[in-house]
């Protein structure tokens, strides 16, 4: 299952939520041990490609923040 959500991959369809859910996911499957070796670090890829996802996210939604804050500010230092 995991190979093929690898597999699967391509951020354009995956929102910071999803992959959020599924890093959380890896992250419960690793702590329990459960998983073989090979396995094991398939999914520790999968979650790096997810850690750099949600960074880019979170760093597009602080530029979008200050942006407006920024915005906000101009239009109330105007007369």
């Excluded at 699967?8 to 996911?25: C, G, H, K, P, Y």
């Amino acid at each position: 299952m995991e190979e093929a959500r690898a597999a699967e991959w391509n951020s354009s369809d995956w929102t910071f939520e999803q992959a959020m859910r599924r890093l959380e996911e890896i992250v419960r499957q690793l702590e329990a041990g459960d998983l073989p070796l090979d396995a094991s670090i398939r999914a520790y890829e999968e979650s790096m490609r997810l850690v750099k996802f949600c960074r880019e996210q979170l760093d597009k939604a602080e530029f979008q923040l200050e942006k407006l804050g920024q915005e906000l500010a101009d239009e109330s230092a105007s007369p």
